[in-house]
């Protein structure tokens, strides 16, 4: 899956270093070589008149220091480099450096977005220690937003639910998925969505896995649920469509094990489909 590489340590201070991986977006884009997806050397970054103040500490990958920052006007950019979404690179980049990319992109748009106090519009500076901004009027502190989503696969004998969702980029059938509200915990969200997306109840949720997902800044919590009552009733400004899978149908393709999503479906697919 997308997700950090376990050889990581996170920094919260600057580290010199003469090579650095640096990790510099645009519109959510990531500037690479498009020869190999190389990350920009020294070079390239003195040729973009790059602002190392304001580059920001991410961490160590094996003995190499990883620093994000970003443009807020598209550079020209020197022959052979180019803009890149993260989605673009999943088939292409190393699978380490995308992870840390994924990090970096989201590192990097918190910096951006909290130069100065959503409070007071004060300028902000970096508490020392931690990943925070705090504001030098009125001393407010702005943490990077993580904003978590339930996913539940709902089985139902030897059959599961899928779903299409109406602004999925995919438009494959996935597990049932939606944003906490705030003040709730993730079994009531569950149920929550079950019921207004499809129309069911659920009980016995269990816990598979989690995931950092940096669209732009969500934390993926996965489970899986029990079919309780109720028919399938969509909600049309949400689902396109969604019914049960099971044993004698036609499963949806295999996708790559990128998300959190395609290996919680994978762990209940039956053999052959």
Known sequence: MLQTPASFTPLFAPRPDPAPLSFLFHGGRLLVREDGLALPDAATLDRLEVDRTRLQPVGLYGERYCEAGWFDSEPALPPGHAFRGLRSLFAGMDEGLL??????????????????????????????????????????????????????????????????????????????????????????AIHREVYEEVGLRVQNLRYFASQSWPFPHSLMLAFTADYLDGEIRVDASEIAEARWFGPDDEWPERVPHISVSSVLVDAHRPPGR
């Not at 992870?99 to 959503?118: D, I, K, M, S, Y």
């Not at 937003?145 to 299409?164: F, K, T």
């Open 99 to 188: 992870g840390l990319a994924a990090r970096a992109a989201q590192v990097a748009e918190w910096a951006r977005t909290h130069r100065f106090c959503g409070a007071c519009g004060s300028p902000t500076m970096l508490v020392a220690g931690e990943r925070c901004y705090k504001c030098v009027q009125c001393g407010h502190m702005a943490y990077p937003r993580i904003s978590p989503a339930m996913m539940v696969l709902i089985r139902n004998g030897e059959s599961v639910l899928l779903a299409m969702h109406l602004a999925s980029p995919t438009r494959r059938f996935v597990p049932l998925a939606g944003f906490l509200e705030a003040g709730e915990s993730v079994e009531e």
